[in-house]
């Protein structure tokens, strides 16, 4: 039982390339989700997913996409990178009901030349 | 408006006891987490508060108060280990599917 991993751990982008960050989840979650981390600003929301092919905005989505074709799995797509998308990226997943726990997965760090 | 407010840095020593403050204004609230994370790695779960009162789990409490909008994280017997940042967040039904709400989190120094 993995939990929650991410694709890649590093990536070194320049400004306009792109790029999919991958994260994958074994718990049969139903909600997943994208954070990023940026210093002195604490998690913000980018975008999440209450089921296989549902995906809603979240605080600050601007730039980024995302697809869940399949449960265990989330994407979230950079189109054309800029300098300001330079972060750590997190995954995070939770069953639906309960407390409703999120686990995180490991963070991507990005950064955009 | 949602906001939530806690202490940028503190510093303890070990052995000693800290208490991290969290203030939250939200809508809809449901639930209160206390997250966990060390530099360079994921935030872990430490605990959670839906109802008032203090919840126990080894060296670490959380107590809530509702009608106050406030929380703190207790940690009992201080350890090295124990240094990271603390993140506290809100959980509200306020049109995001109960979507978590972070603090920008408290980074607690243990010394010797």
């Known amino acids: 039982n993995a939990g929650v991993t991410q694709t890649p751990k590093f990536r070194v982008l320049k400004t306009g390339q792109s790029m999919t960050l991958l994260c994958a989840q074994d718990?049969?979650?139903?909600?997943m989700y994208w954070y990023r981390q940026d210093p002195g600003m604490g998690l913000r929301l980018i975008h999440y997913s209450v089921g296989e092919g549902t995906t809603a905005k979240g605080e600050v989505p601007d730039g980024y996409n995302v697809s869940r074709l399949k449960k265990q799995n989330f994407l979230l797509g950079l189109e054309s990178a800029a300098p300001s998308q330079t972060s750590v990226y997190f995954c995070?997943?939770?069953?639906?009901?309960?407390?409703?726990?999120?686990?995180f997965g490991p963070g991507t760090r990005l950064t955009v030349l | 408006g949602q906001n939530i407010d806690q202490p940028t840095e503190m510093t303890a020593t070990e052995g000693a006891i800290v208490q991290i403050n969290c203030t939250y204004q939200t809508s809809g609230f449901n639930g209160l987490f206390w997250y966990q994370q060390h530099a360079g790695e994921a935030p872990t779960f430490l605990s959670y508060n839906v109802l008032d009162g203090l919840e126990e789990k080894g060296r670490f409490s959380s107590f809530l108060s509702r009608s106050k909008g406030y929380s703190y994280l207790l940690l009992k017997e201080l350890q090295m280990k124990d240094s990271a940042s603390y993140l506290c967040a809100v959980r509200n039904y306020g049109g995001s599917q109960g979507n978590l709400i972070f603090g920008k989190g408290t980074k607690l120094s243990v010394k010797p």
């Open positions: 995070a997943s939770n069953k639906r009901g309960g407390t409703d726990t999120q686990y």
């Open positions: 718990m049969n979650h139903e909600y």
